[in-house]
């Protein structure tokens, strides 16, 4: 007699989804007993650590992933990479434990009271379904609502009791689309009026490089002689940031990012946003006298966006489609020379602060550590006050080499890596992943360090240590709030927060103990934390 569990995993195993990411409970055992032999089970110690570790891998193999957390409790903890995975467009199935249903009425402990709820708004579909019988058809609408654009996390809520339980049928296996093609005649609207601009702009967001269409980005710019920017706050890099025509990221605030585009008279955003604003700065959306298109896959943003007029497309299919209807024009200048734009490894630092006895600036600490990782090192960040620093030393130039949270919640990127380096080794691409990680962002998933030792990940986590929240400093400035507690963090050993949970500590204070840090890592087969104390600024927030 085949059981609900039987039916179920041979359902995943036809999906091709073996791997379960998760932090067990109670309420999951039934679940995961007898886990069968071609099954891995990926332990995190905290469920919003596991959630980021299942994105992680399922943004690095495309594919979608499966999470099992703890009842509510889980959930609740791990709510926060949950949204996360909604605004990053990854496919994940979440899943969860919840009591025998024989006790549900009388909400016993550690019962999720309303398990189709709890996870909303971030989740596109959660369910508990009414019998036992309905299990496994109900993983298969999961995956199809979790993989079918715009892609995002599901949830489901199994009672314990249910997975023992005689199976009565086998669910049918089914696809689903991945990519929406574009109307034909609003495509061919959208080239001709690209096509007659007098001064065009492409805004590109993260969804090309989630569809791997950097070839195509490029293509149209190039067609177009038109300059690119970066949408803003884009998690994953669309285009080259070596290119000539790229010309850095957008602010993310009304008024400045108006500006930025001035002299346009239309722009076009594709898989992206219009726009992710935060903090408030006052201003029209667009300059005078220019229009916006916009290219998404997903109707809400679509139908939030406060200006430009929407085609529902997969951003790449929209390139395509694009590439082929809009004429070919030479650059409306001189194509500019770009800021961002360096050798693949630059010239030995010279004079540093560090050398001189001086605290390194953020920039000399990425500076050094770029000049000797490998090309084509898996970037990751999640230092909110360091970025433009590291976007000065550390321009992208290849696809699928820089991941961030698109939330800008932290406690993503320290677990996510260990799910971009464990399909790094499943792929065989075996690429070093680097994460630069604030003292602050270090705190918020520190349990997946653990999970990273385990697996003898080949990480290098480097924290430029300012001993406060230097974020929230440049955020008191713009809104006038002197005098808030709590923004300083001092008196952290990354050393032995490192070494506690598996990982080699290192400290560094010059360039040349960074660089002879940062070869020590590469050269090592399990993860690595680096502190590096920074000289503590201020940034500007815009």
Request: hydrophobic share 45%.
């Amino acid at each position: 007699m085949e059981t609900i569990r039987d039916i179920t995993f041979d359902l995943l195993r036809k999906l091709g989804i073996t791997t379960v990411f998760g932090n067990p409970g109670s309420t999951e055992e039934t679940f995961l007993k007898d886990l069968p032999s071609d099954f891995r089970y990926i332990l995190a110690l905290q469920e919003a650590s596991a959630v980021a570790i299942a994105d992680g891998y399922a943004q690095a193999t495309r594919s979608p992933a499966l999470v099992n957390v703890h009842t509510s409790a889980g959930i609740s903890n791990a709510m926060s990479n949950i949204m996360t995975a909604a605004m990053n467009h990854t496919p994940l199935i979440v899943t969860a434990g919840n009591q025998t249903r024989e006790m549900l009425l009388m909400e016993p402990w550690l019962t999720n009271v309303e398990p189709e709820m709890l996870t909303k708004p971030w989740a596109k579909w959660s369910y508990q379904p009414v019998r036992a019988e309905d299990v496994p058809a109900a993983f298969m609408r999961a995956y199809a609502m979790a993989m079918q654009p715009p892609a995002g996390p599901v949830f489901l809520s199994i009672p314990l009791d249910d997975w023992d339980r005689p199976a009565a049928s086998t669910p049918v296996l089914r696809s689903v689309t991945t990519r929406i093609g574009p109307d034909p005649d609003r495509i061919e609207e959208f080239a001709r009026r690209l096509s007659d601009a007098k001064n065009p702009v492409l805004i590109y967001g993260s969804s090309i490089a989630r569809g791997d269409g950097w070839a195509q980005a490029v293509a149209l710019a190039e067609k177009l002689g038109a300059p690119v920017w970066a949408a803003p706050s884009s998690e994953r890099p669309p285009f080259p940031e070596n290119h000539p025509h790229y010309r850095g990221g957008l602010p993310f605030a009304i008024g400045p990012l108006s500006e930025r585009l001035a002299g346009h008279d239309i722009g076009i955003v594709i898989g992206a946003p219009v726009f992710r604003y935060y903090p408030y700065v006052p201003g029209e959306y667009l300059p005078e006298g220019m229009s916006l298109l916009h290219v998404t896959d997903d109707p809400a943003e679509a139908g939030k966006a406060p200006v430009g007029d929407s085609l529902l497309c997969d951003a790449v299919l929209a390139l395509e489609g694009l590439l082929e209807l809009v004429e070919e024009r030479a650059p409306s200048g001189p194509v500019a020379v770009n800021p961002h734009r360096m050798a693949p490894h630059p010239a030995p630092l010279v004079a540093e602060a560090g050398e001189a006895g001086g605290t390194l600036t953020a920039l000399e600490v990425f500076e050094a550590i770029r000049s000797v990782v490998p090309d084509g090192t898996v970037l990751m960040e999640e230092s909110p006050s360091n970025i433009a620093e590291l976007h000065t030393a550390w321009p992208i130039e290849k696809p699928d080499s820089f991941y961030t949270a698109a939330s800008g919640s932290l406690g993503w990127n320290l677990p996510a890596s260990v799910g971009i380096a464990l399909a790094e080794r499943d792929s065989g691409r075996n690429r070093p992943v680097v994460v630069m990680i604030g003292d602050g962002s270090f705190q918020y998933a520190i349990q997946a360090l653990w999970t990273a030792a385990a697996h003898e990940l080949p990480i290098l986590y480097v924290v430029p240590r300012n001993e406060e929240y230097a974020i929230l400093k440049a955020f008191a400035k713009l809104e006038e709030t002197p005098g808030v507690p709590g923004l300083d963090i001092p008196s952290l050993d990354f050393v032995s927060l490192g070494e506690g949970y598996g990982c080699a500590g290192e400290r560094a204070e010059t360039v040349d103990e960074v660089q002879i840090a940062v070869k020590a890592a590469l050269a090592r087969s399990g993860p690595t934390v680096l502190e590096v104390p920074i000289a503590a600024t201020v940034p500007p927030l815009l």
